[in-house]
């Protein structure tokens, strides 16, 4: 006689109608709008991409992420972070309409359906 046993193995997740989340520390705050997903990082240590030519904002502290293509660093004059945000604990995952992100003490990864992405910590930045 085969038996079999189901496993079933839970992954707390942020529910996908939240708008904004931050990570426990403060320091990385993110928002979904428009079919998009665009992230701050308040303080960073990590060496910024070269700024393109017009941007006279801001540059190097926040990425944004749709459900295709690659994430890019954006020029910005303003900012996501919002203090009464959600809080996306350590191990907590997210998702939106074709992106997901995981949180962890090592920073937030990030990826599209096509398998895209960003990781965004205080020390780190990379595109993939």
């Not at 520390?25 to 709008?33: K, L, R, W």
Request: glycine residues 12%; neutral net charge.
């Amino acid at each position: 006689m085969v038996r079999w046993i189901a496993v079933l193995v839970l992954v707390p997740v942020l529910a996908s109608a939240q708008e904004a989340f931050q990570l426990p520390s403060g320091n990385i705050h993110c928002m979904a709008f428009e079919g998009q997903l665009r992230c701050d990082v308040l303080n960073f240590t990590y060496q910024r991409p070269p700024r393109p030519r017009g941007c006279d904002l801001d540059w190097g502290g926040a990425v944004g992420l749709g459900p295709r293509g690659a994430a890019a660093v954006i020029c910005h004059g303003d900012t996501v972070a919002n203090p009464d945000a959600p809080v996306l604990g350590y191990g907590q995952a997210w998702q939106g309409p074709g992106m997901a992100c995981t949180a962890a003490q090592t920073g937030l990864r990030c990826t599209n359906a096509e398998g895209h992405g960003f990781e965004l910590a205080r020390a780190r930045l990379r595109l993939f």
